[in-house]
């Protein structure tokens, strides 16, 4: 049987979510002992087993909240006279579940390391974001200007994309310093699977840059999902400002995708 960590590892890898249930308590006749385990995916299917029956039944049940509040929970059950064993067999115990949500970081790649960029690395790690800073310049993209960072790529944009791994619970800010720079990386992440895609400049500037794309084949649809200005409308005006700007539209987008989840996606 393939091993839950090693699964765990995986999913995580891809940006996914899944749900860890561990029997921390049994007393009685019960399907399994204590430390049994169990993994959820994010399309219901599970690895491992702690009883079956009605018993497994209800805690995918539970899992659904468990990562809408991100939030582990301890589940008791009371087993007596229940059909809940693999094989059938009635059951005359108690068992404590310990039900865990194992979540994928989100992780902010901040694409330039000028005046904005450092303020937003900060914010970002503040508030629980991996942050990866990536810039051309080595002067800019290093760790005495960004301590903070997880990790800071000082190479040429193009050479660095197939070095990022891009999953569904990435952030991509583009704020390099010339336009050039931001339609080669739009044109890189726009493709990707990045849950928010944002881009600082103005709306003319903007539209001169999705318009070059469109004529390189990249669909209009793809585009109207940038946050292009970037970050909400607060009249910043200031590099700290623009980055709380930035940071709050990313947390509301972040929020919002886990507070609008029904049912998992694969």
Not at 208 to 231: C, M, R, T, W, Y
Request: charged share 30%; hydrophobic share 40%.
């Amino acid at each position: 049987m393939k091993d839950i960590f090693e699964e765990i590892v995986r999913i995580r890898s891809k940006g996914g979510n899944s749900v860890l249930v561990t029997v921390i308590k049994v007393k009685g006749s019960t399907p399994r002992e204590e430390g049994s385990k169990m993994l959820i995916r994010s399309d219901g299917t599970v690895l491992g087993s702690i009883g079956g029956g009605t018993l497994e039944a209800q805690v995918c049940k539970e899992a659904i909240d468990i990562i809408r509040e991100a939030r582990s929970k301890v589940l008791h059950f009371n087993l007596i006279g229940e059909e809940v064993a693999e094989d059938g067999m009635l059951c005359g115990g108690n068992m404590d579940i310990l039900v865990e949500p194992i979540l994928a970081q989100p992780t902010l790649y901040i694409f330039g390391a000028g005046h904005v960029s450092f303020p937003i690395s900060k914010i970002a790690k503040m508030v629980g974001f991996k942050v990866v800073v990536i810039d051309d310049r080595a002067e800019f993209a290093n760790k005495n200007r960004f301590p903070e960072a997880d990790e800071i790529f000082a190479e040429d944009f193009s050479e660095i994309f197939s070095k990022l791994k891009i999953n569904r619970s990435s952030y991509i800010v583009i704020v390099t310093r010339g336009h050039k720079f931001d339609e080669k990386v739009l044109e890189w992440a726009v493709k990707t699977e990045a849950c928010y895609l944002g881009m600082i400049g103005s709306k003319t500037k903007n539209e001169a840059v999705f318009s070059n794309l469109q004529s390189k084949g990249i669909s209009k649809g793809l585009l109207e999902d940038i946050h292009a200005p970037i970050g909400l409308d607060i009249h910043a005006e200031t590099p700290e400002e623009i980055a709380v700007s930035i940071m709050a539209e990313i947390i509301k987008v972040r929020r919002e995708r886990e507070h609008t989840v029904k049912t998992w996606e694969v």
